[in-house]
């Protein structure tokens, strides 16, 4: 009796060192640890005012950019200040963009602000302008609905707030109160680890209106950026853990139907869309260890991905910026325009570069 017990413990002990042992193997995998650095500079200068991140960044068609900064106490990332979040406008058309700190009116909290992903709708009846924002206050999801009113003003409007809005990573609006969504996680971020091990894909895209909130799409690993295409036909979707761009087809009753996979190699963070060529931009994380184990020395690097064509049978990955952490830390975000790019970041700086 004594041997059986023996057996059966160390038949146990074995069996939990071999499932931490391919939970290692696993996250080291998808995290892309130890990956040689793509190294490709753009000619570039530091945004002024932006010191402790821009997350999220998107462009109107007129050039008007804007910013959310300062992330915090977001899935354990790194964080150089833990003020309240802010957020910025830029005009690209400027011969010298410079950000320009929005004034917040409404009832909205603003001291604990947390902005995350955004997207923009223009009203095409009266071109107002609404902006959404994603906003973790306490370390909670909503969204925020704001008017941009003036050159510097942003009115709030409404805050939305669900059960099934319950980890939103990155939003793209549809209407003036109407958008998806992704959640990066379906538990607590511990149990989230675990069904990443275990290789159950239970994240989701969220569809929210005033008259409806439902799932749209499932399947997603951990969903992170998204965003539409120009002809408003296709719906982007990066699944950061699977290393993947998914398409999705909206169809009529704003339901999502998944067309493909594009393979990006690397860990891709929001999107964005060319307004002019259709072309899909995509802030990633070459080594998502380097941003969990945070080393001033031997800091996350940043890569900026393009891809052509991406409907089509054919579509063509390329590397458009690729920094080893010394000039840019952690890149989420590349929003391009005419020529120019501008490159947010989790915690860091943000760049303007010259793209000819």
């Known amino acids: 009796m004594a041997a059986l017990k023996k057996t059966l413990i160390a038949a146990a002990v074995a069996a939990v060192a071999a499932f931490f042992g391919h939970a290692f193997l696993k996250i080291q995998r998808l995290s892309l640890a130890s990956r040689e650095m793509p190294v490709k500079h753009l000619k570039c200068r530091y945004l002024p005012y932006i010191e402790y991140g821009a997350e999220d960044i998107t462009i109107l068609k007129d050039g008007l950019a804007f910013l959310s ?53 223009t009203n095409e009846a009266d071109d107002s302008i609404y902006l959404f924002v994603v906003n973790h206050p306490q370390q909670k999801s909503q969204v925020e609905i704001f008017r941009f009113v003036g050159e510097d003003t942003l009115v709030h409007l409404k805050t ?23 959640n990066d996680r379906y538990f607590s971020y511990t149990l989230h680890l675990l069904t990443v091990i275990l290789s159950m894909p239970w994240c989701n895209v969220v569809y929210y209106s005033p008259e409806e909130v439902r799932e749209a799409a ?20 990066s699944d950061i853990l699977d290393h993947e761009v998914d398409v999705f087809e909206r169809l009529d009753g704003e339901r999502l139907v ?66 080893d952490g010394h000039e840019l830390m952690g890149s989420t975000v590349a929003a391009p325009y005419e020529g120019k790019l501008l490159i947010g970041t989790i915690f860091h700086k943000a760049l303007y570069c010259a793209l000819k």
């Open 69 to 121: 900064t300062g992330l915090h106490d977001y899935l354990g990332l790194p964080s150089f200040s833990n003020e309240p979040g802010k957020m910025y406008v830029l005009d690209l058309l400027h011969p010298k963009p410079t950000p320009v700190e929005l004034q917040i009116k409404g009832g909205l909290d603003l001291s604990s602000f947390n902005p995350h992903g955004i997207s923009v709708y």
């Open 160 to 182: 939305v707030a669900h059960p099934l809005l319950f980890s939103v990573n990155d939003i793209v609006a549809v209407g003036p109160e109407h958008f998806y969504a992704t």
């Open 218 to 237: 499932g399947g997603i690993q951990s969903g992170n950026g998204i965003n539409i295409s120009p002809d408003k036909r296709y719906i982007y979707v």
């Open 258 to 323: 998944y067309i493909k996979s594009v393979p990006v190699g690397t860990l891709c963070d929001n999107i964005e869309v060319d307004h002019m060529t259709g072309d899909v931009w995509l802030g990633c994380h070459p080594d998502a260890t380097k941003l969990s184990n945070f080393d001033r020395k031997d800091p996350p690097g940043s890569e900026i991905i393009k891809i052509k064509n991406i409907v089509s049978d054919h579509p063509v990955v390329t590397l458009e910026y690729g920094d």
